[in-house]
């Protein structure tokens, strides 16, 4: 029920023998000196989540994804030296992501639309072929839903959902306390609900 | 198609795993590593930044300040707000003006500031003459929302009598209720006993078993004696506080009743129950405010979260009851009994007026008590047709449950019932016994499902009551042992900051 992603921990960590925020941060502390080994972990830690978020962003293209997780990774070591460490880096991280996602889509040849429902590549390993299809296409109804949403609720809870970032990681980002971050959440079910609603009936 | 709610939204939202990236991928982006990493972060940058940070940290430090202010005008005012919340009430018309109502009154008051001042622990119960005959008030109290002038009144007049003089008086009646606890009060079978002291007897004996018991005494003893004598003004406004604390309590404890199983064995509830608590309570923890009694309901908390009952393997629905004693317990006879069901997330097969029975067996069980319910409760009676549920629509109810002295293991304590239609019209019952061998589990040894569900459950009471921070550091303890078995839940892990926060905003 809960996708858990092996990273980064929603509960923000702290209770755990191996926190992850920390061994992130001594990562890019040597990645700052130059340490490629580090980078290279980086990203074999990282790649996965970016990777799921941006499959979800593009309604299921994994194609797609992957093309647009590279461009990410590009951008992001690009951009380190403005990295100034005041969030995670795998937060800093989705959010290069997500802007990289927003370019593409806004391209003039952009393949994939935030208005067009598209199509929604169905994973082999999932058994039965009815709950399947249902399942697909709810995911397809939901993601223009949510693509639909204003951008600060549409960040939020992507962000939130399937880049697996917790409210407080999202909230430094915002620069927005965790309860704006939660009230965008609420905000957000609401106009999904009622988007919902509307396309079922 | 009814709206989805947001829990609805939530699961889908979080539905599907997480797709696995194509091979090569990784290797690409190993590849697209820049030689030169460093780049950037050359040392007049740094320099720079440095500076820049300076910058940053002096005005952090002065919007930490301001705000630091802000937030302590903005945690003041609630309590304001309760003033006039209680002032309000306080010129409503009384209508209940019996002297035995007062006294019952008087008695929920002092429950109410006994648990806000000694962290749960219970008052003495009355004699059962009078809690059988005083019933009725009660229940009227029980049943309207809006109830509570008398009892404020009451906890009015008791304003004059000194800090000092409380504290004593609690300690008190904490010896006296040790007492009872010990030797369970025959009134619990006197039909039907009054809720407030039900409540009070099961809630609060937990606590006085809560290993920190002894150091929280010694707190309060402290307080109780050297406490400086408050400015008048903020005596008066200390007192305003305190009794809105009282009135709010006394509200909160005189519902959720004690029913006797002689005179009702059956209890219904909702399978549908609105959602809009837990975004309240939570969205008020988070601003730093206590949320308003009346927002927290303790089933729609109970069910935010998702409890491992297993999708149907055949059929429309699975329903699954277990039992263990409670944690909260002031004898060995209290349990809590958990009934989840959970509904095909099969589409096709359709569940139509489901319709859920509890049926106590008065041979076994004494008295029962459904958490919560309390504003969602003429939700059965208003829709005698049931509920129609969606698939994948779970549910979980829990129940505080007083068993019979000397019930044999093989005993029925119940039985479960679930009447529904299927999609095709087709009429059917899922039926579970529960008995006493399902019922006896140790809390420790109780599922991770139940110790959650009772956690929750007492987070609420405690948000009802308004109780003390000493309760809430022990819920917290709970809390990190639950937690630690729902590793990787983002709402088991909101719940623990949620109940950090209570322990921060409670007196």
Avoid at chain 1, 113 to 140: F, H, W, Y
Avoid at chain 2, 105 to 129: H, I, K, M, R, W
């Amino acid at each position: 029920m809960n996708t858990i992603l092996s990273f980064p921990s929603r509960d923000g960590g702290g209770t755990t023998l191996t926190d992850p925020e920390a061994d992130e941060a001594e990562l890019v502390r040597s990645l700052r000196e130059g340490d490629r080994n580090a980078a290279e972990e980086l990203v074999t830690i990282t790649y996965q989540t970016i990777y799921a978020s941006l499959f979800r962003l593009c309604g299921g293209d994994g194609d797609l994804a992957a093309d647009l997780t590279q461009e990410s990774y590009r951008r992001a070591w690009a951009a380190l030296p403005q990295f100034r460490g005041g969030s995670r880096f795998s937060t800093w991280l989705y959010r290069i992501a997500y802007t990289t996602f927003l370019n593409h889509v806004r391209r003039p040849r952009r393949v994939v639309s935030m208005d067009e429902e598209a199509a929604v590549q169905v994973q082999d390993s999932r058994p039965g072929a009815e709950e399947l299809l249902a399942s697909a296409e709810e995911a397809g109804i939901l993601r223009r839903a949510v693509l639909a949403l204003p951008d600060e609720l549409r960040f939020t809870v992507t962000a939130h959902f399937w880049g697996g970032l917790a409210v407080r990681e999202i909230a430094e980002l915002e620069h927005v306390t965790g309860a704006a971050i939660r009230k965008r959440l609420h905000k957000a079910f609401d106009m999904l609900g009622v988007t919902l609603s509307g396309e079922a009936s | 198609m009814t709206r989805p709610d947001r829990n609805d939204i939530e699961r889908m939202l979080a539905a599907g795993d997480a797709p696995k990236p194509p091979e090569g991928l990784l290797e690409r982006l190993h590849a697209d590593i820049p030689e030169d990493l460093a780049t950037g972060v050359k040392e007049e940058k740094r320099e720079i930044s440095f500076w820049r940070q300076g910058w940053l940290a002096a005005a952090s430090l002065i919007a930490v300040v301001g705000m630091g202010y802000v937030m302590l005008r903005v945690f003041d005012t609630p309590e304001f707000q309760n003033e006039a919340f209680v002032a309000e009430r306080a010129t409503a018309p009384s209508t209940e003006t019996s002297p035995r109502a007062e006294a019952l009154s008087e008695f929920d008051a002092d429950a109410a500031g006994v648990g806000n001042e000694l962290g749960g622990t219970a008052p003495a119960a009355p004699s059962s003459a009078a809690m059988s005959k005083d019933f009725p008030v009660t229940q009227v109290a029980s049943d309207d929302a809006r109830t509570g002038p008398e009892s404020f009144s009451r906890a009015q007049k008791r304003q004059g009598a000194s800090r000092d003089e409380e504290y004593r008086e609690s300690f008190e009646v904490t010896g006296r209720e040790r007492v009872t606890a010990a030797a369970p009060a025959p009134a619990a079978l006197a039909p039907p006993p009054p809720p407030a002291a039900a409540q009070a007897e099961g809630r609060a004996g937990a606590f006085a078993q809560e290993p920190a018991n002894d150091r929280l005494e010694e707190t309060r003893a402290e307080r109780s004696v050297s406490a400086p004598r408050p400015t008048p003004a903020l005596a008066a406004r200390t007192d305003a506080a305190k009794s809105a604390d009282r009135s709010i309590t006394a509200r909160a404890m005189s519902t959720g009743e004690l029913v006797d199983t002689e005179a009702d064995p059956v209890s219904t509830f909702g399978l549908r129950l609105p959602d809009s608590s837990w975004a309240l309570v939570s969205s008020a923890l988070m601003n730093g405010r206590l949320p308003v009694p009346e927002s927290v309901r303790p089933e729609e908390l109970i069910n935010y979260f998702r409890y491992s009952d297993t999708e149907p393997a055949r059929g429309e629905v699975t329903l699954r009851t277990e039992g263990a004693e409670s944690p909260m317990r002031a004898d060995a006879s209290e349990h809590l009994l958990r009934v989840g069901v959970r509904v095909s997330s099969n589409p096709d097969l359709a569940v139509r007026g489901a319709k859920m029975q509890v049926e106590f067996n008065p041979d076994s069980v004494e008295a029962y008590r459904l958490v919560g319910y309390e504003q969602n409760k003429g939700r059965s009676a208003a829709m005698p047709q049931g509920d129609d549920l969606a698939p994948g629509h779970r549910v979980t109810a829990l129940y505080e449950v007083r068993v019979g002295p000397e019930v044999a293991t093989s005993a029925q304590v119940g039985t479960v019932r679930l009447q529904y239609e299927t999609g095709k019209g087709e009429k059917k019952e899922v039926e579970q016994v529960i008995r006493k061998s399902d019922m006896g589990r140790s809390w420790s040894d109780a599922s991770r499902d139940l110790q959650l569900a009772g956690l929750v459950s007492d987070w609420a009471s405690l948000l009802q009551r308004r109780g003390s921070q000493a309760e809430a550091a022990a819920l917290g303890r709970r809390a990190a042992a639950v937690s630690g078995k729902w590793e990787g839940d983002r709402r088991v892990a909101e719940l623990v900051d949620l109940i950090r926060a209570t322990a921060e905003l409670l007196p």
